[in-house]
């Protein structure tokens, strides 16, 4: 089983209110499947944007295995 941490949009897709969730999840699995565990938030429509990321949960998925989507990748390399 690959796992990936990556984005998902929770709910419905309202236009203009974009939401995320952090989730760590099967790569073979869609983008609003079941998870493992969740992560994180991100929420880039409010100023200034909320990041909120577990570092220790997420170091512990890579430490395991787990690939970061670039989105991720990203996010965590700038709210370190």
């Known amino acids: ?18 939401f995320f969730r952090v989730h760590v999840i099967d790569s073979a699995k869609s983008r609003d499947s079941r998870v493992i565990e969740q992560v994180g938030i991100y929420d880039p ?11 220790d949960r997420i170091e512990y ?5 787990a690939k970061l989507s670039p989105t ?3 996010l965590v390399k700038k709210y370190k």
């Open 1 to 18: 089983m690959a796992v990936v941490i990556r984005l998902a949009r929770p709910g419905k897709s309202a236009k203009k209110r974009l």
């Open 61 to 65: 998925w890579v430490s395991k295995g």
């Open 45 to 55: 429509m409010k100023n200034p944007k909320v990041v909120s990321l577990k570092k």
């Open 72 to 74: 991720v990748k990203s």
